[in-house]
Nanobody, 125 residues
Framework: QGPLVESGGGSVQTGGSLRLSCVAS????????MGWFRQSPGKEREGLAA???????DSADAVKARFAISQDKAKKTIYLEMNDLKPEDSAMYYC???????????????????WGQGTRVTVSS
């Protein structure tokens, strides 16, 4: 297994909900923040939400009303609760971990050095 393992993706209809999970392995030790990103074919990887061990969080304006990030430190797991899903939310969703020292970088993919394999989300109309 890789440093991060995502699960929870799937196919839902418009308006549906999904909860993604990401478990971090010991190889990500030293990381203080984890985040969720997504990427569609032909598009750049987009930061959705991030959370740090000190509780600091950030979410993209485009999804903050519908998506929520949370963490279970004991399980080394973060979650992304996604509600009111739309077809444009269809993408590969990735979890990332890294040592992020500047809050404004929490949603930047280049701030993270550990990545999962991704879990696919498909929303049909």
């Amino acid at each position: 297994q890789g440093p991060l393992v995502e699960s929870g993706g799937g196919s839902v209809q418009t308006g549906g909900s999904l909860r993604l999970s990401c478990v971090a392995s010991k190889s990500t030790a030293g990381s203080n923040c984890m985040g969720w990103f997504r990427q569609s074919p032909g598009k750049e990887r987009e930061g959705l939400a991030a959370i740090c061990g000190d509780g600091n969080t950030d979410s993209a304006d485009a999804v903050k009303a519908r998506f929520a990030i949370s963490q279970d430190k004991a399980k080394k797991t973060i979650y992304l609760e996604m509600n009111d899903l739309k077809p444009e939310d269809s993408a590969m969703y990735y979890c990332a971990a890294g040592r992020v020292s500047v809050r404004r970088r929490l949603l930047e993919p280049t701030a993270y050095n550990f990545w999962g394999q991704g879990t696919r989300v498909t929303v049909s109309s």
